[in-house]
């Protein structure tokens, strides 16, 4: 009996080890998605830069997108797993600057912004510092709320650069090689998605998003508009209505609550509790 106790005793710490080895394996695994998603805003920065002709532009755009694929399952990962910690939010914020602040904007100013030289040059650079701003901004809210709300305050940076990387898309699957012939709309929206990131805009988080019959109609809605988009022009085209979309409906709600003299309410989400959406 002594010695079973013994052996038994002696088991004990072999299984602590590797329950401590088990939960580092854990805590890798959503830095991992988020360290590819660096990686996706590496090739598309290095892509962009160096290629030449719009199939180039065309595949740094795609890596973006596949940034944010990973950008958006980190965050679940970490909470599947529970290994949500404030060093997964940090990586996560550094991550977005390059992968959805610094890809786009140079691919942006390849696509369309250089032919306006030091003015295009300042519009790329207002889109990356104000997504820098936004992703600062985010993370000090997300310290003194621990609660996750119904809205983002201010248009969430992947989907500034989602609408950037959708217009490069859609104008290689449409036009091919053509290049771009109107910079100034160009630059204008560009403008426009960089002051939308760093206003208080609320924009839905959808994290509090509850199956009903009303929002099943609006799904469905949206899905049938883009199949019939689908139907006649690429994928892309939807993706840009879609982005637009979102982008416009936040931006109308506030202009109707300061038109009808309404304050413009928000509750902040926190990244406390969600590592996705800066």
Not at 130 to 150: D, E, P, V, W, Y
Not at 217 to 245: D, K, N, Q
Request: glycine letters at 8%; charged letters at 15%; proline letters at 4%.
């Amino acid at each position: 009996m002594e010695l079973g106790e013994e052996e038994k005793e002696g088991q004990e710490p072999k299984r602590g080890f590797r329950d401590i080895e088990l939960r580092r394996a854990l805590f890798i695994l959503p830095n991992a998605f988020t360290l590819a998603s660096v990686f996706c805003g590496l090739y598309a920065i290095l892509h962009g830069a160096s290629g030449n002709g719009a199939g180039a532009l065309y595949r740094s755009a795609l890596a973006v997108f596949f940034a944010g694929f990973f950008d958006l399952f980190d965050g679940r990962v970490a909470r599947l797993t529970k290994t949500q910690s404030e060093f997964g939010v940090q990586l996560d914020s550094l991550a977005d600057i390059v992968s959805f602040g610094v890809a786009p904007a140079i691919i942006v100013y390849k696509w369309a912004l250089w032919p306006l030289g030091s003015i295009g040059m300042i519009g790329a650079f207002c889109f990356t510092a104000c997504g820098a701003i936004r992703l600062a901004r985010f993370n000090l809210m997300a310290t003194r709320s621990k609660s996750a709300g119904k809205f983002f305050v201010g248009l969430p940076i992947p989907l500034a650069a989602f609408m950037i990387i959708a217009l490069v898309m859609a104008h290689y699957r449409l036009f091919g090689d053509l290049p771009v012939e109107r910079h100034i709309p160009v630059l204008v929206l560009v403008l426009l998605l960089s002051m939308l990131m760093v206003s208080t805009i609320p924009y839905w988080s959808f994290k509090e998003f509850h199956f009903s019959l009303k929002s099943a109609l609006w799904l469905f809605v949206l899905g049938l508009m883009i199949w019939f988009v689908w139907l006649r022009y690429p994928l892309s085209v939807a993706f840009v209505i879609a982005i637009g979309t979102y982008v416009l409906l936040g931006l109308g709600r506030a202009l109707v609550r300061v038109i009808s003299g309404k304050p413009i309410r928000w509750r902040p989400s926190s990244r406390c509790t969600s590592r996705v959406g800066a």
